[in-house]
Every structure is written in structure tokens, then in C-alpha cells.
């Protein structure tokens, strides 16, 4: 599933040793693996190839520009729920027709930011919003190509109540029931083109029947939204697949396309068009957060391990209670992990919590975790990493984010660099009537 594997008693990313990475960029720095992030695109794809979808990666899951531009030069289109998600993807030269714009909060010149481009779609999620997008476009003398963001009203086992989005009650999207009423209204607007239905389930999701409960559902509306008269050309599945933060523990998309693809594939046969909105799949085993070993202490049945990566670098387990594997990038006796899970059975290890830097008491990446022995100085990798890491950190306690390495092959180069204490004071500085 990814390309981080120990070799000679060290953990490399593709060719490269980490434990020399770290040396060289410092700590805490995000590692990702160019080979991985092309080949989940390519598998993802090739799975659901009797669909032929456009995979519009989920830009919020790690935007780094330079991985964007990857994923774009291999066929991805983006996923954006925001004017600054939608400049980073053109900017990272993913064209605007491959461009889908979700998101319940879109402003007026987010939108016309999105007409301007020229982009494939957006995803409406509000009567609101269509009465806006319409007049926007009117504006601008342009035509926006939209669809209904629908809520199905699926739950899916497995899946946190806080990264659920497509039962009834939710902010995301409206209600089944009330479509038919929008497209109507949507067909008395010029310069709105709505042709579609979009629908995402929440991430992450660990089985395809969600899936073709809902897909079920929507191929149902829009039967009946072509009987009243519309033309519906696109279905949007979403996204959500699950990703193997522990060995074994998520199917491989193979398992969810066997399932989704006789669903819709009536609907392409058709001539209809499928898009699906992937982001954790693809992202989360492609990157590593490196981390050092600041300090050691007891703290009665375990020892704690201060870390110079924190919640402010990866907020997952602090927000979600999220698993993240970690282990030494040069463990001693070289006790590489047999497997990734939350239980390793290896003689000679200690319980640690890890512990960050940060001042409030959630800022721990771990709890009871079995590693082999630390010492202070020591790299620790955490695995996963690639998923909502990066683009959820902050600047808190006044920190500075890492910097982000890609690896392709015996190679790395930097494609973000440390903040700076300048970076953190910048935006307040030179305003008018400072005194500073």
C-alpha cells in the first residue's frame, strides 16, 4: 500500500533514509512518497475503469502544490471547498474543467471566482445557494454548470459521528425529498445549467453497502427527475473510501468497485458521466510525520515521551481519537514492526504515551503504545500521516509548521519549508496605524 519499509535496520521512504532526512530538514517534517500517491491514483482508477470516472482529488486531505501537480499530470481532476482551495488548484495547473467545487458556506466571490475559471461543476448545497449562483452567473453574463448535493440519509457503520455527512439533519447537502422542487426552480434560471446530483457519505467508510444503499437511492431520483423533464448527465459519488491506518483493516478499492460499478453502470452505459471525489485513500499512506524525541519521563505504568511534533502538527488523534502506527526510525536491536496495528508482539518493548509539545492536555499523539526502547534524540515515524495532516495545522502556542519533503525514488527535494518567526508576525506588521 505504500513505499516506507525498513531495510537494514533503518526506515526508508522509496529509496531514501529517514533517519538521514531528518538530519537534513530538522523536525517535525512531513515525508511523502511520490511512487505511492501516483500508484493509489492508478490502482483507484483502473479499479473502477469500467466506469470511467473522473477522480477529482479531494484537495482539503493535503494540498501541498507540488502534490497537486503530481496527481494532476496523472489524469486527477480536484475536489475544492474553497476560493483557497480552487487557486491552489489551478495554480498546481489541474484544469478548470476537471475542477469540482463542494462546500455548505460558499461566499458570492468564491463563486464568481468559480464562473470565472470556468470550472466543471458546482456542487449546490442550499436553495440559497442556486438563487445566488444564478445571479452571479446572470452578472457575468455566463452560464455555471451546477448540481444538487443530496442527502441520502445513510449511515455507515465504522464511520465517526464527527466525519459523518449524509444523514438527515446534517448541514452538507439537502434532503432527497426536496430535490425534485430545486431542479424545477433551477430550470427557470438562465444562466444556471443544472445537470447533476452529487452525494458524499462522510470518511472514512470501511464498506462498499453504503455505497449502493445511497447510489441506490440517487439512480432513483434521478429516474424521476428525467421523468419530470430534466436532463440529468452526471452522478458524483463522493468520496470517503477507507485507508489502512492499521494492517488489514480497510478494503482495497477493488472491493469497493466489485460493489459500486454493476450500480452504476446502467447509468453510464447511458451515456451518463460518473465522478468520485477520493482524498484519504490516496493520500494518508503517502506521507510519514518525522519527529524527535525530546524527553523521557515516568509517569507511573508507563513512560512518557515528549515529542517535538504535536496537535498543532497533527490534530487527529486530539480532535478524533484517531489511531496513527508509530516507531522508531532506527528501533533498537533493529526490531522492525511486523505488522501496523495497534498491538505489537515483540519481546523487549515499553509502554509509552507520546506525548507533544503543546500547553493543553489533549496534545497526545499517543497513549500505552508498545515501542521499542526511546532514547532521547530518537526519530519516530508516524505512519498515516498524509491524510489531514499537513492542511490541518496550525500556528498555536505561536509554533512553526514543518516542512514538507516528497521522496521520488533515491531522491528528495523540499516542497515547503519551515515557517520562520517572520512567517508568524508577517500578516501583522506594515498595517496602517501600527505602532509597531
Known amino acids: 500500500m505504500d513505499r516506507f519499509h525498513y531495510h537494514d535496520g533503518v526506515l526508508r521512504c522509496e529509496g531514501v533514509d529517514l533517519e538521514e532526512l531528518a538530519a537534513e530538514h530538522g523536525t517535525p517534517t512531513y515525508v511523502y512518497s511520490r511512487d505511492t500517491f501516483r500508484t493509489h491514483l492508478a490502482d483507484l482508477t483502473a479499479a473502477f475503469s469500467e466506469l470511467h470516472p473522473l477522480v477529482c482529488y479531494a484537495v482539503k486531505t493535503c494540498s501541498n502544490l507540488h502534490l497537486l501537480h503530481e496527481l494532476g499530470a496523472g489524469g486527477a481532476g480536484a475536489d475544492v471547498v474553497s476560493g483557497g482551495e480552487l487557486h491552489r488548484a489551478l495554480t498546481a495547473g489541474i484544469p478548470a474543467e476537471r475542477i469540482v467545487f463542494a462546500g455548505v458556506g460558499k461566499s458570492e466571490s468564491e463563486l464568481r471566482e468559480a464562473i470565472a475559471a470556468g470550472i466543471g461543476c458546482v456542487n449546490v448545497e442550499s436553495e440559497s445557494e442556486l438563487e445566488l449562483l444564478g445571479r452571479v452567473a446572470r452578472s457575468m453574463g455566463r452560464t455555471a454548470r451546477a448540481a444538487i448535493r443530496v442527502n441520502p440519509d445513510v449511515q455507515s457503520e465504522g464511520t465517526p459521528e464527527k466525519t459523518t455527512t449524509g444523514v438527515r439533519g446534517s448541514k452538507f447537502g439537502i434532503d432527497l425529498e426536496r430535490v425534485p422542487r430545486l431542479f424545477a426552480r433551477a430550470s427557470l434560471l438562465d444562466h444556471v445549467r443544472l445537470t447533476g446530483v452529487h452525494v458524499h457519505l462522510g470518511s472514512p467508510i470501511h464498506s462498499p ?18 421523468a419530470d423533464g430534466h436532463e440529468i448527465e452526471l452522478v458524483n459519488m463522493g468520496g470517503g473510501f477507507a485507508a489502512e491506518y492499521e494492517t488489514g483493516a480497510a478494503p482495497g478499492w477493488g472491493v469497493y468497485a466489485d460493489a459500486i460499478t454493476p450500480v452504476l453502470k446502467p447509468f453510464v452505459a447511458a451515456g451518463g458521466k460518473v465522478v468520485m471525489e477520493p482524498g484519504r485513500s490516496i493520500a494518508a499512506n503517502a506521507g510519514v510525520l518525522l519527529t524527535r524525541v525530546r524527553y523521557l519521563k515516568d509517569a507511573g505504568r508507563h513512560r512518557v515521551a ?110 515547503r519549508r519551515r515557517d520562520t518567526y517572520a512567517d508568524l508576525i508577517e500578516a501583522e506588521l506594515g498595517l496602517p496605524d501600527s505602532k509597531l
Not at 209 to 226: N, S
Not at 312 to 333: E, K
Not at 394 to 403: H, I, K, M, T, V
Open 306 to 415: 515528549i515529542v517535538d511534533a504535536g496537535m498543532n502538527n497533527l490534530i487527529r488523534a486530539a480532535l478524533y481519537d484517531s489511531f496513527h502506527f508509530m516507531w522508531p526510525v532506527r528501533p533498537v536491536d533493529r526490531l522492525a514492526p511486523p505488522t501496523r496495528s495497534g498491538w505489537i508482539d515483540l519481546p523487549g518493548l515499553t509502554g509509552y504515551d507520546i506525548a507533544g509539545p503543546i500547553c493543553e492536555s489533549t496534545d497526545y499523539l499517543a497513549r500505552e503504545r508498545r515501542l521499542p526502547t526511546l532514547a532521547e534524540g530518537d526519530v519516530i515515524c508516524i505512519f498515516g500521516a498524509g491524510a489531514y495532516g499537513m492542511a490541518m495545522a496550525s500556528q498555536y502556542n505561536s509554533s512553526l509548521r514543518p516542512a514538507e519533503v516528497l521522496v521520488d525514488g533515491s531522491t528528495s527535494r523540499l516542497i
Open 209 to 226: 453497502e453504503p455505497y449502493t444503499v445511497a447510489l441506490t437511492r440517487v439512480l432513483d431520483l434521478v429516474d424521476k427527475l428525467r
